[in-house]
């Protein structure tokens, strides 16, 4: 979750993580969190925010991802993002624009 403000105090770092549940939480919780880890970042100085989601993806019709990342995209004044839900390791990749898990189609894939 975003830090306290205790936590933050004398914070002299070159990264910071804040890690969030997004992924299953309901989209206006996503949502809303999201935008107060981003806030809480941009208070500090933050100059380069990444949105790191699930390798998995968005693998049911509930995800959040795509709401997420339009709330962010609003806030920050930036028209165009992108997204690589690849992660070799543990089998999924992109090939042509389409994700795979292992060798099918994540959309084909159970």
């Not at 206006?28 to 880890?37: G, N, R």
């Not at 995800?63 to 165009?80: P, R």
């Amino acid at each position: 979750g975003i830090p306290s403000a205790e936590m933050a105090a004398g914070l002299d770092a070159d990264a910071i993580v804040i890690a969030l549940k997004s992924r299953t939480t309901p989209s206006a919780d996503a949502v809303a969190e999201s935008l107060a880890a981003l806030e809480w970042l941009r208070e500090r100085g933050c100059e380069q925010i990444f949105f790191k989601y699930c390798s998995t993806f968005d693998s049911t019709a509930a995800g959040n991802i795509g709401q997420v990342s339009e709330a962010l995209l609003e806030q920050l004044g930036s028209d165009f993002t992108l997204a690589c839900p690849a992660f070799p390791e543990n089998g999924r990749t992109i090939f042509r624009g389409h994700l795979f898990v292992q060798d099918q189609l994540l959309s084909e894939s159970g």
